[in-house]
Nanobody, 121 residues
Framework: VQLQASGGGLLQSGGSLTLSCAAS????????VAWFRQVPGKEREFVAV????????DFADSVYGRFTISRDDAKSTVYLLVSSLNPEDTAVYYC???????????????WGRGTQVTVSS
């Protein structure tokens, strides 16, 4: 499966936007999909994950209550609504697909190119 993340941008603290992860190739509904983010010089960090059915989600403590993840299998797309943004959310955001519902990046088989989110104070 091929993944493409999009929707990033430059915005001020407190702002919101929706990131999209569009998939093509093998059946998207077979996979759990997660978002990770990375800042230069730091390790990739788990952000959120959604299971194959779309009924189970998990979030990093740092984004809990501010970010929402959802999926539309008819469109083969997973969305990450990011709100109440602060400068610490500045990063390249990546989506990944795998068969396990996990926060571990090594468990994901497919990765898309990232999309940059920059939050100014």
């Amino acid at each position: 499966v091929q993944l493409q993340a999009s929707g990033g941008g430059l915005l001020q603290s407190g702002g919101s936007l929706t990131l999209s992860c569009a998939a093509s190739g093998r059946s998207f509904s077979q996979y759990c999909v997660a978002w990770f983010r990375q800042v230069p010089g730091k390790e990739r960090e788990f952000v959120a994950v959604i299971d194959r059915s779309g009924t189970r989600t998990d979030f990093a403590d740092s984004v809990y209550g501010r970010f929402t993840i959802s999926r539309d299998d008819a469109k083969s797309t997973v969305y990450l609504l990011v709100s109440s943004l602060n400068p610490e959310d500045t990063a390249v955001y990546y989506c990944a697909a795998g068969t396990a519902f996990t926060v571990q990046s090594a468990q994901y088989d497919y990765w898309g190119r990232g999309t940059q989110v920059t939050v100014s104070s």
